[in-house]
């Protein structure tokens, strides 16, 4: 919609302000990692910072949250009341972003989850453009995440003794008019010049570690359902289930009833679930549709690049290196992939 800067020295001024009508939360460090929390002070953020543990996804889809109540015989529960002060995510990298843009594509679908269509309406992002590479576990370059593109109401780029603001949204836009005072603007085309040469410059800094470009990806998968490459990473695999716990795209669930000692209702929760558990695919009798390790880490692989494709038009892994960072097993994101287009071509 527009762009403007913000001085540097302005940053806290800006974060006031925004706090006179959000709540807001950012990457905060703890110990030597970082986590989305609450903050009362720019000072207590960082916005330079390797992905948190768990993405901003929590704040749109809680790891557990309740429902609804009721009573035995009646045909239908009374939905719980989402009560949310609006909320504003300061600082979220593109890869999060988009991890977002994968869950609205879910929960938005028709017929739309109402608990998360609300707290999407209370949350504003404010995005944080990555000017270097995380570490060695991203590949946000492969997975075109490492440039803004959408899904934000403002993000900020870090223009060296600046700031460049994009607005992006209505949401956005209102910021931006009660900062008036704050920003300096300039002509639309010279501020787009100047961030077309600080992404340049940030390329070079950004290392491509999958072997198989963006175009490609959808292909190796398709060919790789029976390859051997998931027997390997079935045994090294312990199942439990990390790379699904800190994925910004992982959206599954399970729901179970909590009933009263008079059985005359109860409570109705859901929790954030897992297809890396084994009791996932278990069905009544006792059978299990995927009892193997193997065949659940091609499960989770296929729905970041094939199955999501599929139903989505989208690949859902951001390249955010999650998944890799956390495995106890060591298990890379990065060696699979490249193992399987190694296969594919006959490498």
């Not at 009508?21 to 110990?31: A, F, R, S, T």
């Not at 988009?98 to 679908?109: L, P, T």
């Not at 590479?133 to 490492?146: G, I, L, R, S, Y």
């Not at 070079?204 to 959808?218: D, H, M, T, W």
Request: glycine fraction near 6%; include cysteine.
């Amino acid at each position: 919609m527009r762009y403007v800067y913000l001085d540097k020295d302005n940053l806290g001024k800006f974060f006031d302000l925004l706090k006179e009508d959000y709540k807001i939360v950012g990457p905060v460090k703890k110990e030597n990692k970082f986590v989305f929390a609450e903050v009362e002070d720019v000072s207590e953020m960082s916005l330079e910072y390797i992905p948190t543990i768990l993405p901003p996804k929590k704040y749109f889809f809680p790891q557990k949250e309740k429902l609804g109540d009721f009573n035995m015989g009646d045909t239908k529960m009374s939905q719980t009341s989402i009560e949310m002060q609006p909320t504003v995510i300061f600082g979220a990298h593109t890869c999060d972003i988009d991890g977002i843009e994968c869950s609205d594509a879910v929960f938005h679908k028709d017929p739309a989850d109402p608990y998360y269509s609300k707290r999407s309406k209370m949350i504003t992002v404010i995005g944080y453009e990555c000017m270097f590479q995380c570490d060695d576990c991203a590949t946000c370059v492969t997975m075109d995440t490492h440039n803004p593109k959408a899904g934000y109401d403002i993000m900020i780029t870090d223009a060296k003794d600046k700031y460049i603001l994009h607005v992006n949204s209505p949401k956005g836009n209102e910021i931006i008019q009660k900062a008036g005072e704050l920003l300096e603007n300039d002509s639309e085309e010279k501020i787009k010049s100047y961030l077309v040469k600080l992404r340049e410059e940030k390329m070079k800094k950004f290392k491509v570690s999958l072997i198989a470009n963006y175009n490609e990806l959808k292909d190796i998968f398709d060919g790789s359902y029976n390859s051997k490459i998931w027997e390997d990473v079935g045994k090294r695999c312990v199942s439990c289930g990390n790379c699904t716990a800190v994925c910004p795209t992982c959206y599954c669930f399970d729901i179970y009833d909590d009933v009263k000692l008079d059985i005359s209702g109860g409570d109705r929760t859901r929790i954030w679930d897992s297809c890396q558990l084994k009791p996932f695919a278990e069905v009544a009798g006792g059978e299990n549709f995927r009892e193997e390790r193997s065949s659940r880490q091609r499960h989770r692989l296929f729905r970041k690049f094939d199955y999501s494709v599929n139903k989505y038009n989208k690949f859902f892994c951001t390249g955010c290196g999650r998944c890799t960072r956390t495995c106890m097993a060591g298990i890379s994101l990065i060696d699979t992939v490249n193992d399987l287009t190694k296969e594919k071509n006959n490498v």
